[in-house]
Structures are given as C-alpha cells and as structure tokens.
C-alpha cells in the first residue's frame, strides 16, 4: 500500500522548534532521541512492540508540498530562509529499533533516533502515534488469545475503534499478537491479515423463518457454514434449525466441517448444551464459536467453567483496549554530539523517580539463560559496550540497588537493530505472518511468572555499572542549572 503523505501530523511545536533551531544554527546538531515507555498495560509483565513498519513508510514518506509550506506561511511566525529549507526537506539519520513483535519491557529503548535536531525532533508525533497505538493492541491481543490457550481468536473490532486507522492498524496488531483473521476486509487487502465473517442476526430476520436463514446460508456457503443461533432462541429453535440445515445440506455432500456462534446470554451454560445437542446428532466435527464483549478474563472464566467453545470473536475490549487504552510511550533526548562528534549525555530529571531519563547513546541486550533458553534479564549499555557471556553478569534493580542478582552461563542478544542509515532503508521488513509467528517465539520464551495476568514476576531491566555511574554523575551534577 502506498501510504498517505503524513508529514503535517505533528504537533504544532515541532514546527515552531524547527524553525527556532534552524535560526540559532541548532539545525544540523545531532541528537539522540529514545522512544520509551514506562508501564505495561493492564498491570502485565510485558508489552509486544508493533508499528514499525509505518514508521518506516512515514519517514520514506517525508515531505513538505507547496499547500504545506503555504499554510504555513499563512499560520506567521516561520522565517522565509525555514520555508525554503523545508522544500528540500528529508530525513538523513539513523533509526535504530526493535523489530516488531518482540516483547519489551519498562524504561528501556525500543527504538532510537540519531539524526540532525531538527528532524530528530520533527518525527516525534508520529512515531509515537503509531508505536504507542499498535504496541497498545497488540499487547491487549496477545493477552486475549493466551487466556484462550490455543483456541482461535478473531478480531471482530471494527465498528468500535476509534477511527478507520484504529480498525484496519489494530487488525494488523492484533494478528502480529497471535488472533487467527480480522473481521475487517480492508486489512486483508492491504495488511494480509486474514478476514473471516460469519453472519449479523439481520440474515436471519430477513428470511421468514430461521430454519430458512440457515438452509440458504449453507447452500451458498458450503465450507464456511458458521450459524447464528441467538437470534430468538438457542436451544428452542436456533440450535435444532441449524442441525437441521447441517443434515440436510452439508452431511450429503459429505461436508462435516461446520460451526455455531452463541452471542448473548450465558455462554458457559448455552454453550455446554449445544454440544450436547450436536453430538446427540452426529454433528461431533461442528465447532461453537463465542462472541459478546469478551476480554482475556472473561474467556479465562468460561474455560474454567468448562464451556464448550472452540474459538473466540473478540471486538471491542481489543480493539480500543478498553480496560486501559493508553499505552504511554514517550521519546526523550538521550544525547547530543559536539562539533567534533563526541557524544555528550544529556538527562530529563524530575521529582518523580519514574520520569528521570536514562542517558546516553544506548544499546540493549537481552540475556538468555542458556540450559532452558528463557530470557531472564535485559541490560542497557552504552553503546559501545559489548557483553561476554563467558563471565559472571551482576544485575541490581536500579530502583532499589541493594537488590543484586548474578548470572552465569547465558547468551546475549542485541535488541536494537539497523533501521536507517543515513537516511537510506537498510532493513528487510518481514512479511506480516514472519512476524506472527517471530512474535509467539519470543514470548514462548518469557517464563510463565512473567506472563501471569495477576501479579507477574518483575523482569529485570537493568543499566550496565558504567550506564549507571554516568547517570549518578548527571543527577548529581543536574543542580548546578538550578
């Protein structure tokens, strides 16, 4: 898809900023801008990173057109010399992320910009828009279909998002996540996201009677025959009618693979009887699909109330995230280089703990205890810092350092990979379904305490002992601005 031109969706201030460096000569100092967020949704011990690839298509994308720069000129306040250097503008810098699916965690960089200020600064509004929107889906989805353990999850969100972008992106996080196809045709089309669909309950009422509702919808549709039965009743009269159109229509043609989807009333109970009734005809391959407002708690109670459901059509609880529909990412200045390129760190300090910035031109590691292969610890170095696995590794919480742990026989992996540099495309995006299923590796290999609904385990996100001595020095030194 070639995407809409979406320069113009900043935030007014990058553009008075813009304007401000280029007439101090700030312009072509370069900075180091980390894109962070500080806690899971939900409570959770993880969140899965999504959205790189429209960060890539925007930057590609980055341009300033004449009704741009007009408006502009109209809106006052931009030096003539700042419109012209707009109409050549680009991107020249480098992006560092991770790719998209990878589990990430509190405070540390999930994508790093270096690149000259005023382009650094300017990206900021749509790079968070987009990481901040489908890590949000993307970390609800997978929550929903882990609470499904194994049984299909489809998204059924689009009418309740807020905004075409919100369905068709969210359906793309949400398969990244782990959902089994979209309800929404658009993101097939464009995102490869497999749509599915049953029937709405207007099919059934548009016919004189149900049985005849279902009759025609399996003459059509032989091999996709999904009934919804609660139209007027389930097991009076939408159960026996699909029965009925299953035997008389697809058992004949030796078709087997067929399903019912309950959405209303108690679906433990409704669901437990319609097996029942549907093993009592034969009918033992026909699958029960749910619906209705489910989220990961409600379809974790109905399994341990041994419902009978195969699988699951989740809609709005998904698709806006309804139990927390923020997901907090923030992009801070880590550092800036001087004229003769030297790295100079730079930190945000605050009075709240939480929103003091971790410095510097980073890289991050993530250490895999080498006998089960599960990930036990991420470290944030600096960035020309390499770790031997060969060695004892010490790691203290840094909100609370007399809590140290060693760690010995592991491997480490680099999180942060090549995006751009200097401008040019150095990275191969995967297809949608490599990302899927890179997405359920790397959470297989979280330990289950980290993946608890209620209470998970802490994982460590750690700063290297020389990280961690130059952000001592510039808090200490952060008063002499007072």
């Known amino acids: 898809m070639k995407p809409e031109n979406y320069t113009m969706l900043c935030d007014f201030y990058e553009l008075t900023m813009a304007n401000g460096y280029f007439q101090n000569s700030i312009r072509d100092r370069v900075t180091y801008f980390d894109v962070f967020f500080r806690k899971v949704p939900d409570n959770g011990g993880f969140a899965i990173a999504a959205g790189l690839e429209q960060v890539i298509d ?27 250097y707009l109409k050549n503008f680009q991107f020249t810098g480098d992006i560092y992320s991770v790719p998209e699916g990878t589990p990430i965690f509190p405070s540390e960089p999930i994508l790093t910009v270096r690149a000259p200020a005023i382009q650094a600064q300017f990206i900021e509004t749509y790079v968070l828009l987009t990481l901040n929107h489908q890590s949000l889906i993307a970390t609800k989805a997978n929550r929903i279909v882990r609470a499904a353990e194994g049984r ?36 097939d089309q464009l995102y490869q996201v497999p749509a599915s669909g049953t029937m709405a309950h207007s099919w059934v009422q548009m016919f004189p009677d149900e049985y005849t509702a279902f009759k025609t919808y399996c003459e059509l549709y032989p091999h996709n025959s999904t009934l919804l039965v609660d139209t007027y009743n389930v097991l009076k009269s939408g159960v026996p009618n699909a029965i009925r159109a299953f035997q008389e229509v697809l ?28 093993d009592e005809a034969g009918l033992t ?22 419902a009978k459901i195969d699988a699951f059509g989740v809609g709005e609880r998904m698709i806006t995230s309804k139990s927390e529909p923020v997901f907090g990412g923030v992009y801070k200045l880590a550092a800036i280089e001087d004229d003769q390129g030297n790295i100079i760190p730079k930190i945000k300090v605050s009075e709240n703990a939480s ?35 060969n060695e004892p590794m010490e790691l203290f919480d840094p909100n609370a350092v007399w809590k140290r742990t ?14 751009f540099e200097k401008g040019k495309l150095v990275y191969s995006p995967p ?37 961690w001595n130059i952000k001592q020095e510039l808090l200490a030194n952060s008063g002499r601005f007072l």
């Open 58 to 84: 925007y930057i590609q994308n980055l341009r300033f057109t004449e009704d741009d720069i007009r408006y502009l000129r109209q809106k006052g306040g931009f030096s003539e010399d700042f419109l012209d």
């Open 152 to 187: 299909p999850v489809s998204e059924f969100g689009s009418r309740r998002a807020q905004g075409a972008d919100g369905a068709i992106l969210g359906a793309r996080a949400s398969y990244i996540a782990g959902c089994a196809s979209s309800a929404c045709t658009v993101a």
């Open 251 to 278: 058992l004949p043609q030796g078709i087997t693979k067929c399903a019912i989807r309950l959405d209303s009333g108690d679906l433990t109970y409704l669901s437990r009887r319609a097996r029942e009734m549907l």
């Open 285 to 306: 391959e026909c699958k029960i699909v749910a619906s209705n407002s489910l989220d990961e708690y409600l379809i974790r109670d109905l399994l341990l109330q041994d």
């Open 355 to 389: 929103k003091i910035t971790n410095p510097h031109f980073k890289r991050v590691y993530r250490l895999f205890e080498r006998r089960s292969g599960k990930a036990i610890a991420d470290l944030i170095c600096v960035h020309d810092e390499t770790i031997d696995v």
């Open 406 to 419: 060693t760690v010995t026989k592991f491997e480490a992996k680099e999180l942060l990979v090549p995006i």
């Open 431 to 467: 297809s949608i379904q490599e990302i899927r299923q890179y997405c359920k590796e790397q959470v297989d290999l979280l330990w289950d305490e980290v993946k608890r609904f209620e209470n998970p385990h802490t994982y460590y996100v750690d700063l290297s002992r020389r990280l």
